[in-house]
């Protein structure tokens, strides 16, 4: 969000459900934020699987979470894959590159820690210009 993130939630092994998600996002991570929000938070994630089960829905109905309508193929719009991408290009540089799941784990909390807060601000306030250009080619990609 604006101004402020979570810690980054990293799943341990196996496959992330309808299930986890709600055990390991939705309820304690969304729920809390859109009750420091309020009534003017929208939600967005995209159309992952997990993220579009009964149970999500209930979950996210239940609780007044309003969600952002997402189209199907939507990559460049969702500022988070340009998240993982300045994570990923900053485990390529270090000069000794994690080798377990732990050095992983340690290694991209920390690059989430270090990562600048205006990076995330910059990429949430980019979201109307990619919407538009998107609508501009009607779907296609955009191109930048």
């Not at 420091?36 to 239940?62: I, K, W, Y």
């Not at 900053?90 to 990562?115: F, G, K, Y």
């Amino acid at each position: 969000m604006l101004g402020s993130r979570t810690d980054l939630h990293i799943f341990d092994a196996g496959s992330v459900n309808g299930t986890r998600y709600c055990n390991e996002i939705l309820l304690p991570y969304v729920r809390l934020f859109r009750g420091a929000m309020g009534l003017q938070s929208l939600f967005m994630d995209d159309n992952a699987p997990c993220h579009r089960t009964v149970a999500a829905e209930h979950l996210l109905e239940s609780e007044d979470i309003e969600r952002m309508d997402w189209p199907v193929r939507s990559p460049d719009l969702n500022p988070i894959e340009h998240v993982w991408d300045f994570l990923g290009r900053r485990l390529a540089t270090r000069t000794l590159p994690p080798v377990s799941i732990r050095e992983l784990r340690l290694a991209l909390q920390d690059e989430w820690a270090a990562m600048p807060q205006q990076l995330i601000d910059t990429l949430i306030l980019s979201m109307g210009r990619r919407c538009e250009t998107c609508l501009a080619v009607r779907g296609d990609h955009i191109p930048y």
